[in-house]
């Protein structure tokens, strides 16, 4: 078998040699700048030569040049002077500037160092101690060079991230509007009956959840859900819950499911549909409107506070345990009655978790005090109210999501037969 033609070799393309540096010599003595001049193109500097500082500071405008090497006594401008003239120029990169000088003194020596000079050559200059105070100023202006260019990088990074953290926040800023509208809304009637929702994300989206539905003409649901964490992992299942218990609730026919069924199959879903990490503590419960009797499930969720007419509270429920940990988890259903002037208060632990500038927690006897205090309000009024307490309580720091629902009894002591509909 003949071999095949061999494919050209492509050539392989060298880098660029690095340009050499560039030295200003600043000495009104033609001859010595002639001299050293020789020198440093022996050693492969690019020389540039000027007579006074005048000329040199012309050639600094246009060339930038990398180390100015330059006599300490000339006509017109002294090197010192030539020095401060220098590091008020605008340029590029770094100057190295050397010194050329008879004078040894410390008061000369920081005479220098203050008008911008680097470092001091004494003469008569020696060749070998020319070329390493010259390659130390290189060692100095690479690493200025070094540290430009990674700043440069730097700032690139950072412009980069600002545009992705914009894209973000953006993106946040539409999700939280997203998640707001899944309460549609804040509050509602039903009869002598007033709902009234409260929900405040830790960040631009959160976890909590909280909601009523009318099921029938005469039982109305409520539901306050705080799913673990409060990113975005967290607001998807907050979504993909309200989608569940609005087709719970919204079943066209057939009984109204009871609230431990309720709890039950999202449970199930938690477990088997969504297959996450998270899980989620809740109170989900149904109001008879003629009776008044409210039945609940709480899971996980911290207890319900059931305000009488009197201003006595009570803590409703057992506790109960999460959703979406233990499959056939059972959960214990409780009722109460809300009487004229009742009212029942869910919050999520973002309230009774609240932590003081001491370390103090807020618990369910600090949310007591406070509804206590604000006795006299209803509605929106009392949830606003309850909000500042907390902030004031916790001086500000708010580090979970704030979620709460109030169900309010408005009606007299002894409920009579009424009549009404979805949105009296």
Same mark, same amino acid.
């Given at each position: 078998?003949?071999?095949? &033609?061999?494919?050209?070799?492509? /050539?392989?393309?060298?880098?660029?040699?690095?340009?050499? %540096?560039?030295? *200003?010599?600043?000495?009104?003595?033609?001859?010595?700048?002639?001299?050293?001049?020789?020198?440093?193109?022996?050693?492969?500097?690019?020389?540039?030569?000027?007579?006074?500082?005048?000329?040199? @500071?012309?050639?600094?405008?246009?060339?930038?040049?990398?180390?100015?090497?330059?006599?300490?006594?000339?006509?017109?401008?002294? #090197?010192?002077?030539?020095?401060?003239?220098?590091?008020?120029?605008?340029?590029? #990169? $770094?100057?190295?500037?050397?010194? *050329?000088?008879?004078?040894?003194?410390?008061?000369?020596?920081?005479?220098?160092?203050?008008?911008?000079?680097?470092?001091?050559?004494?003469?008569?200059?020696?060749?070998?101690?020319?070329?390493?105070?010259?390659?130390?100023?290189?060692?100095?202006?690479?690493?200025?060079?070094? @540290?430009?260019?990674? &700043?440069?990088?730097?700032?690139?990074?950072?412009?980069?991230?600002?545009?992705?953290?914009?894209?973000?926040?953006?993106?946040?800023?539409?999700?939280?509007? *997203?998640?707001?509208?899944?309460?549609?809304?804040?509050?509602?009637?039903?009869?002598? $009956?007033?709902?009234?929702? +409260?929900?405040?994300?830790?960040?631009?989206?959160?976890?909590?959840?909280?909601?009523?539905?009318?099921?029938?003409?005469?039982?109305?649901? +409520?539901?306050?859900?705080?799913?673990?964490?409060?990113?975005?992992?967290?607001?998807?299942?907050?979504?993909?819950?309200?989608?569940?218990?609005?087709?719970?609730?919204?079943? /066209?026919?057939? /009984?109204?499911?009871?609230?431990?069924?309720?709890?039950?199959?999202?449970?199930?879903?938690?477990?088997?549909?969504?297959?996450?990490?998270?899980?989620?503590?809740?109170? $989900?419960?149904?109001?008879?409107?003629?009776?008044?009797?409210?039945?609940?499930?709480?899971?996980?969720?911290?207890?319900?506070? @059931?305000?009488?007419?009197?201003?006595?509270?009570? %803590?409703? #429920?057992?506790?109960?345990?999460?959703?979406?940990?233990?499959?056939?988890?059972?959960?214990?259903?409780?009722?109460?009655?809300?009487?004229?002037?009742?009212?029942?208060?869910?919050?999520?632990?973002?309230?009774?978790?609240?932590?003081?500038?001491?370390?103090?927690?807020? #618990?369910?006897?600090?949310?007591?005090?406070?509804?206590?205090?604000?006795?006299?309000?209803?509605?929106?009024?009392?949830?606003?109210? *309850?909000?500042?307490?907390?902030?004031?309580?916790?001086?500000?720091? %708010?580090?979970?999501?704030?979620?709460?629902? +109030?169900?309010? &009894?408005?009606? /007299?002591?002894?409920?009579?037969?009424?009549?009404?509909?979805?949105?009296?």
């Amino acid at each position: 078998m003949s071999q095949p &033609n061999p494919l050209p070799s492509r /050539p392989v393309r060298a880098e660029p040699p690095p340009r050499p %540096r560039v030295v *200003l010599l600043v000495d009104d003595s033609r001859a010595h700048r002639r001299m050293l001049s020789v020198q440093l193109q022996r050693a492969g500097y690019e020389v540039i030569e000027a007579e006074d500082a005048l000329a040199a @500071l012309r050639i600094c405008k246009t060339r930038e040049p990398d180390l100015i090497l330059s006599d300490w006594v000339m006509a017109g401008l002294p #090197g010192p002077e030539l020095a401060r003239a220098h590091r008020e120029l605008p340029r590029r #990169g $770094y100057g190295y500037f050397i010194l *050329l000088t008879s004078k040894s003194g410390s008061a000369d020596i920081a005479e220098g160092l203050q008008s911008g000079a680097d470092d001091f050559l004494t003469k008569p200059v020696s060749g070998a101690e020319l070329l390493a105070r010259l390659a130390a100023g290189e060692r100095v202006i690479e690493m200025q060079e070094r @540290l430009a260019s990674a &700043n440069r990088e730097l700032q690139k990074t950072l412009t980069e991230l600002r545009r992705t953290q914009d894209i973000m926040e953006c993106d946040l800023r539409e999700a939280r509007k *997203l998640q707001q509208g899944l309460i549609r809304e804040r509050q509602r009637r039903f009869g002598p $009956y007033q709902t009234s929702l +409260l929900m405040r994300p830790a960040g631009m989206i959160g976890g909590d959840l909280v909601g009523f539905r009318q099921l029938s003409p005469e039982v109305v649901a +409520l539901h306050a859900i705080d799913v673990s964490g409060h990113g975005v992992t967290s607001a998807l299942v907050t979504a993909r819950l309200a989608a569940h218990l609005e087709g719970v609730d919204g079943r /066209p026919a057939g /009984p109204v499911p009871a609230p431990v069924q309720v709890v039950q199959g999202l449970n199930a879903m938690m477990l088997d549909g969504l297959r996450t990490d998270v899980y989620l503590t809740m109170v $989900y419960a149904q109001l008879h409107l003629p009776s008044g009797q409210l039945r609940l499930v709480q899971a996980g969720h911290p207890h319900p506070m @059931l305000q009488r007419a009197d201003g006595s509270i009570e %803590r409703v #429920g057992g506790g109960g345990l999460p959703v979406g940990v233990f499959a056939g988890a059972s959960f214990e259903e409780v009722t109460v009655t809300l009487n004229g002037g009742d009212c029942i208060f869910i919050a999520s632990d973002g309230i009774t978790e609240a932590v003081s500038a001491r370390g103090q927690l807020l #618990g369910d006897e600090g949310l007591r005090a406070i509804l206590q205090i604000n006795a006299t309000l209803t509605g929106t009024a009392l949830l606003e109210s *309850l909000c500042w307490s907390v902030s004031e309580f916790s001086g500000g720091r %708010r580090t979970d999501d704030v979620s709460a629902v +109030l169900l309010e &009894n408005t009606g /007299p002591a002894q409920l009579l037969s009424f009549g009404y509909n979805a949105r009296d």
